[in-house]
Structures are given as C-alpha cells and as structure tokens.
Nanobody, 125 residues
C-alpha cells in the first residue's frame, strides 16, 4: 500500500524557517510528480508547490514563490519543502501529495489522489 509520511512541522516565529520532509513507501515514486498542499483553519485546501518526476521543473503558488523551495531525492523516495521568511498566514496543515503522472501539472491542475496525513506548521508573531 502506497504511503506518504510527512515530518518536520512545528512552531516557528515570524521570519523563521522550517523544512518539511515527506517519505514515500509501498509504491512508485520516481516516475511521478510530487507536491505540497496546505489547509488553514476555516479555509479550503490550497496548492503550495510541485516538482516534476525528475526534479528538473518546479512550480509554486504566488504566496510560496520566492520563499519556499521544493526538492526531491528519487534515490531516497523523499520530497522536501524548505520554507523561509515564514508569515502568520503560512499557518496550516501541510500535506504531501503524489501526482497522477510525471509532469508537475498533474499536481497543480488536478486534485491528487494520494495524500499524506499532514503535518502542522504554526507561525507565531
């Protein structure tokens, strides 16, 4: 059974940094795009970042662009999200997702089928 397990969430002060990690197991990883979504209390889930199967192309939401960096290691079946200059509005549960194909569009343009359990990120002012 394919699983995605996130780690690295926590409480950080405004302007600080966090690195989220996601480990995949039980299924194919290197052939698929990966990404991150988030959901804040009382809000709909939203796309954050995506990376294609090879790690050569990335795509970010407007709010993440310039502050977050997504990367992957296909040898280790992991995908990371480095978050810098964090703001209170970044507070949310962050979910790792697997796309339905290799291009990052499979994460951005359609709701992915495979999700992790989520990790809480809280940015305090």
């Amino acid at each position: 059974q394919f699983q995605l397990i996130e780690s690295g969430g926590g409480v950080v002060q405004v302007g600080g940094s966090l690195r989220l990690s996601c480990a995949a197991s039980g299924g194919a990883f290197s052939m698929y795009a990966m990404g991150w979504y988030r959901q804040a209390p009382g809000k709909e889930r939203e796309f954050v970042a995506a990376i294609n199967w090879s790690g050569t192309s990335t795509y970010y939401s407007d709010s993440a662009n310039g502050r977050f960096i997504i990367s992957r290691d296909n040898a280790k079946n992991t995908v990371d999200l480095r978050m810098n200059s964090l703001k209170p509005e970044d507070t949310a549960i962050y979910y790792c997702v697997r796309g339905s194909g290799g291009p990052f569009a499979t994460v951005v343009q359609a709701i992915p089928n495979d999700w992790g359990q989520g990790t809480q990120v809280t940015v305090s002012s």
